[in-house]
């Protein structure tokens, strides 16, 4: 639990990080549509993004150890409150204003969280069939191919449909960890699960890109919690055998729930705001491109 709230402290400030660094580099001169191919290389220069990558990378790592540890439920909720430390990390580093509704819900997410993490067990034993991991593999392959269809949305419908598949395609990735039990050459080259995670990594990053590229940070970032959250923890439960501890299954299930509904309550964090609000200000879509939770950065 120790290593999936690191991540989560990882990916959150990460998200911080790059921020600054995008805000303190130069715009670009392109044609006014918000896309700058150079965008990257000049983020580079900047230590603040580099450290940022940094932290993406342990925050990855992080998350690999807590999910050979830990139920998938519990790991994917963790992750989720990574928008928590946003919000609070944008505090002293963007000097946002958050309002009494957003504190209490990083209370919730930390409340939620502390249940959970007192009512999970060890993960499960099961190690899923063949079947699961050519199954997993066909919806990372439906996930890509979904985003034509949701990309002829209107806009904020295709926004949450884009970030539901994207949260479905890091829910993916959970899962695929969770069905690869040997790392050698050989058996990992024969696993379906592991191209699953192959696919599913790229499309999640894909998908959740255009979403927040092309409609409401919100409800792209909205329908991510809940897909990589949901999915994932059902898919735990009814075939890989994670449990809470004995006796404590409402405890959990009502952690999990706060935990998501918390995160949830913070979705316009999932890309961290360029401008301050004064407080209590209607909350406004934020206008920097290209700022993404740690997880989506290649």
């Known amino acids: ?104 819900a ?46 002829r949305l209107p806009d904020r419908a295709r926004a949450a449909a884009l970030g539901l598949g994207a949260g479905f395609g890091f829910g993916v990735v959970e899962v695929a960890v969770r069905l690869i039990p040997d790392l050698s050459p050989a058996p990992l080259v024969s696993n379906a699960a ?17 979403a927040l590229q092309r409609g409401s940070v919100t409800a792209a970032t909205a329908g991510m919690v809940i897909g990589e959250t949901l999915g994932p923890a059902l898919v735990g439960v009814v075939w890989l055998g994670d449990r809470t501890r004995a006796g404590l299954a409402p405890l959990g299930f009502a952690g999990f729930a706060l935990a998501v509904l918390g995160a949830l309550a913070l979705a316009r964090f999932g890309e961290v705001p360029d401008t301050a609000e004064p407080a209590g200000a209607a909350a406004r879509e934020p206008a920097a491109s290209g700022l993404r939770r740690g997880r989506e950065h290649p």
């Open 1 to 104: 639990m120790i290593c999936a709230l690191g991540s989560a402290v990882c990916f959150g400030t990460a998200s911080v990080l790059q921020a600054v660094a995008a805000r303190a580099t130069a715009p670009g001169t392109g044609s006014g549509s918000g896309v700058d191919p150079r965008l990257l290389l000049r983020v580079l220069g900047q230590w603040r993004y580099l450290l940022g990558l940094a932290l993406d990378g342990c925050g990855f790592l992080l998350e690999l150890v807590a999910l050979r540890s830990l139920p998938i439920y519990a790991v994917g909720a963790a992750l989720a409150a990574g928008l928590a430390v946003t919000a609070v990390v944008a505090v002293p580093l963007l000097h946002v204003r958050l309002r009494r509704a957003e504190w209490a």
């Open 106 to 151: 990083v209370a919730v997410v930390c409340g939620g969280l502390a249940m959970l993490g007192l009512a999970s067990g060890a993960e499960g034993s099961g190690t899923g069939s063949t079947a699961l991991r050519f199954g997993v593999l066909a919806v990372a392959l439906a996930i890509l191919a979904s985003g034509a269809l949701a990309g």
């Open 194 to 210: 592991a191209y699953a995670l192959l696919v599913g990594g790229g499309a999640a990053f894909l998908l959740l890109t255009s």
